[in-house]
């Protein structure tokens, strides 16, 4: 089928919004962001052409390393569970009728559209070493009560529960667009041939809402590989620069030392980070679905 002008004219008109867009507030910045990475330029300002010595001083710099590795432990703690812990709870939501079902995914979707700073102070009542509420819990199974944002051991666990807490309704939405697309008489059959509720779960919910699990997975890699508000807001980074990660360690250097071409270095190496194992855990989990 042939497109006339008009047609083919309209389409670049109703294209060329989102195109400009695009390329003002995304490709723009990032290739000068790619150019500020190799000089030594303040925050504002101009800077001296100094080529790849940011890179060589960033793959020596000691803080920098320590926060790649906190920011690997924080995905470690929150993508795969908060990811099992949405499709579980999605899971018993879709048993529910009516109002019922409502009310509940109501109360697991709530904490997602609080800001950040509702959350901070939610949570830091809830855990204060006098008088939380969350301490009695701590206090069972610890036998004393901890100051988890000062201790070392407990303060990025804390913040991996409380991120999981907070964003874990939108995982569920989306678990339950999944579940509602898996059409009943295919449970009905196997119910009718004897399947368990595991069988079920293993041959039938599992493969067919892995799709969803795919992109789950990969949003929260996204998400997560840029924390940084609530590890600014509950530790700082601390105690001892136990919870300090990538984003930290570029908001320092910009802000802070007003180091924007170092800063730069940082914010283009999480990026590629962030695109080539995002990309590579899709193919991997697209694959894996494929093979179901």
């Known amino acids: 089928m042939k497109f006339g002008r008009r047609e083919i004219t309209a389409a670049y008109v109703l294209v060329a919004p989102f195109v400009i867009a695009y390329l003002v507030l995304f490709i723009y910045p990032t290739f000068k962001m790619v150019e500020l990475s190799f000089t030594n330029a303040p925050l504002i300002g101009a800077g001296d052409w100094v080529g790849f010595a940011n890179y060589i001083k960033l793959s020596k710099d000691n803080l920098f390393i320590q ?4 920011t690997g432990y924080f995905v470690l703690l929150t993508v795969i569970p908060t990811t099992l812990i949405g499709l579980a709870i999605a899971m018993m939501v879709s048993r529910l009728n009516g109002w019922l079902q409502s009310l509940v995914l109501a ?6 559209i609080l800001p950040v700073t509702v959350v901070y102070l939610i949570w830091t009542w ?5 008088f939380g509420i969350a301490q009695y819990a701590i206090e069972l199974f610890h036998g004393s009560r901890v100051a988890v944002f000062r201790d070392r051991y407990w303060a990025m666990p804390t913040v991996a529960f409380v991120t999981i807490w907070w964003t874990n309704g939108f995982n569920v939405l989306l678990f339950i667009a999944g579940l509602r ?21 293993r041959n039938i919910t599992w493969p067919l809402v892995w799709p969803v699990t795919a992109l789950v997975l990969t949003i929260q ?4 590989l840029k924390i940084f508000d609530q590890i600014y807001l509950f530790t700082q980074g601390g105690p001892f620069n136990s919870t300090y990660v990538m984003v930290q360690f570029i908001y320092k250097n910009a802000f802070q030392l007003n180091r924007g071409g170092y800063a730069a270095t940082v914010a283009v190496a999480l990026f590629a980070v962030i695109v080539v194992v995002s990309v590579l855990q899709y193919q991997v989990l697209r694959v894996r679905g494929g093979r179901s």
């Open 67 to 70: 926060a790649a590795l906190h």
């Open 107 to 112: 109360a697991f979707f709530l904490p997602y």
């Open 126 to 130: 809830m855990l204060d070493l006098q």
């Open 181 to 201: 697309n898996i059409s009943q008489d295919i449970y009905d059959a196997a119910a009718l041939d004897g399947a368990s509720r595991w069988q079920m779960f």
């Open 221 to 224: 890699l996204i998400l997560q």
